[in-house]
């Protein structure tokens, strides 16, 4: 491991301080490419309009067109927090437009990702007219193919990486798809679906639908599903998606993010008005992903789309079991994949390939995420799914592409792979168990292939240290409220303390009084009992943190990496 420091200009962080940018943050807007104040603006008028969105005016014309016809639109979800929010998203903004809209989620044990033929038949027992794909679609030629036999139209509306073919659909809106030249390829899933209903709007406005009676949709406020879906997804906070996530973030704070996403916080114990960046990542999140990964992702949807208190806190409570069952599944299947490292020679090639015949399905992407963190190497981890067949979740590190690696291996294998798609970093596929072997091979060839040597080293960038007059509350929340994620990571300082008391609590985390100086620190290091104790002075890169207890808010330094001094 080498704990580097961001480099910035130093023109930038003076004038963003000239402007207003308080010291700190001026430092770390930027090392993060941030040149001007006005940049920090996350106005809706910053947006980037919809009509630079390939295809979205035709899916405004088509979506307009079933509207005033009165035809069943059917939204068909994918069983994450991006497509749950998506998928409640369409559900409110077009019911509020005046479609007949119903939504359908695949169970992902028996008919896996995507429009697959199998759900299109299920979902033609409804009588849609239109099926609608959020966060999911782009890869589904096959379901596509028999949506047209049934003479269902389709609009596909993701953002995955498409293959070398596109499904035959009516209208695809993803901005990455070929001939696309909208500027931030970083939308989630429910982005785009955002999109799509801002060109709707547009398009309804502009047939003089909204005139007399009706009343235009106010479609900002449905911006906190977007960026609940935007950050849980993990997608890249570029200055398009902090627009989004900003505006979203302050509605929630404002108490108007609607019951459901209200009672998701308190069902976290975090109190929606100080909602942050960390609450929808590792709070709301996780509760909306639960009802993916272990039951049926629509008690998430309906959770989302509750209007009554009462209902909202009832779906919260379950959603908030369902995440205690997960993280109890996930520590079980966490102990056997490191007993599996244990057997391993140390970083003995440039990937890993993991099968526990026992793992569950909807949790296998969580465990392939914490052994990726733990060897620095792309990762994947294999269930068996109901069907007979393996199914496998990938995660990769900087320097990787996860998707281009799996469509290598298709080239080389044609055939091997039953399904595959995904992004950079995150990737799922599904294959034979006989071939699962051979897979690990070509993947690894793969993997030696195109990981670079010096991607194969953890790099930590820190932003460098931190005075001891900033280890304050107050500096503390500040960075707190800011937009932070993927691509636009938090503050993590580094600096040099004496260690003068460490214990352990709760089993498996220690707790640290840290001197800087003639000032002392408290300070935490979770799910870290295998480097404890810590010698008398460290390096340390860390976090600086609110901790709440008893109502009492104080400044926590939460410790990330650590070295000896």
């Not at 990455?176 to 309804?204: D, I």
Request: include cysteine; charged fraction near 25%; glycine fraction near 8%.
């Amino acid at each position: 491991m080498k704990i580097v420091s961001r480099r910035y200009e130093e023109a930038d962080r003076r004038a963003l301080e000239a402007g207003g940018v308080h010291p700190v943050l001026a430092r770390l807007y930027a090392a993060r490419r941030v040149r001007s104040p006005r940049e920090l603006r996350y106005d809706a008028a910053g947006l980037i309009p919809p009509a630079a969105l390939k295809h979205a005016d035709r899916a405004a014309r088509l979506l307009a067109d079933a509207i005033a016809a009165r035809k069943k639109l059917l939204i068909v979800a994918d069983y994450d927090a991006d497509g749950a929010t998506a998928c409640a998203l369409g559900m409110r903004a077009l019911g509020a437009m005046g479609a007949r809209v119903e939504y359908l989620v695949p169970d992902r044990f028996k008919l896996g990702y995507g429009l697959s033929p199998e759900l299109v038949e299920l979902a033609a027992a409804r009588a849609p007219d239109l099926l609608i794909t959020v966060d999911n679609g782009i890869a589904s030629i096959e379901g596509v193919a028999r949506a047209k036999q049934l003479g269902i139209a389709t609009l596909i509306t993701d953002h995955h990486l498409p293959g070398a073919a596109l499904p035959e659909a009516d209208c695809i809106v993803n901005p990455n798809q070929p001939g696309c030249e909208f500027p931030s390829k970083a939308l989630a899933g429910v982005g785009v679906m955002f999109y799509v209903l801002l060109a709707l709007r547009a398009e309804l406005r502009e047939r003089g639908i909204f005139k007399d009676e009706n009343k235009e949709p106010n479609l900002a406020a449905l911006t906190p599903l977007v960026a609940l879906g935007t950050v849980a997804d993990v997608v890249p906070l570029d200055a398009n998606n902090r627009i989004l996530v900003a505006q979203g973030l302050e509605r929630l704070r404002r108490g108007r993010a609607g019951a459901g996403l209200a009672a998701l916080a308190r069902a976290g114990g975090r109190a929606p008005a100080q909602a942050n960046c960390f609450d929808l990542g590792f709070v709301l999140g996780p509760r909306l992903n639960a009802a993916g990964r272990l039951a049926d992702m629509s008690l998430g949807i309906e959770c989302l789309l509750a209007d009554d208190e009462a209902r909202a806190a009832n779906c919260a409570q379950e959603l908030d079991r369902l995440n205690r069952e997960r993280r109890r599944i996930e520590g079980e299947m966490l102990e056997a994949a490191n007993a599996a490292l244990a057997r391993l020679a140390p970083q003995a090639g440039a990937s890993l390939c993991l099968f526990e015949p026992q793992w569950h399905q909807g949790v296998v992407g969580l465990i392939a995420s914490r052994v990726r963190e733990r060897i620095h190497r792309p990762v994947f981890c294999f269930s068996r799914s109901s069907a007979g067949e393996l199914t496998g979740s990938g995660r990769s590190i900087p320097g990787f592409h996860l998707r281009d690696a799996l469509d290598l291996v298709a080239k080389r294998a044609p055939g091997l792979m039953r399904r595959f798609g995904g992004h950079a970093q995150a990737a799922g596929l599904t294959l034979g168990e006989a071939h699962l072997e051979r897979f690990a091979r070509l993947f690894e060839q793969a993997a030696d292939e195109r990981l670079p040597e010096e991607a194969r080293l953890r790099v930590v960038e820190t932003d460098g240290g931190l005075e001891p007059s900033y280890h304050s509350l107050e500096v503390a929340q500040l960075l707190e409220a800011q937009i932070w994620g993927q691509g636009f990571p938090p503050p993590l300082f580094c600096d040099t303390f004496a260690v003068e008391a460490q214990r352990v609590v709760g089993e498996r985390h220690l707790k640290l009084r840290l001197r800087q100086g003639e000032r002392r620190l408290e300070a935490m290091r979770f799910n870290a009992l295998e480097a404890a104790p810590l010698p008398a002075r460290i390096r340390a890169a860390y976090r600086l943190a609110v901790n709440e207890f008893n109502g009492l808010r104080r400044p926590q330094v939460t410790l990330e990496h650590v070295e000896p001094a």
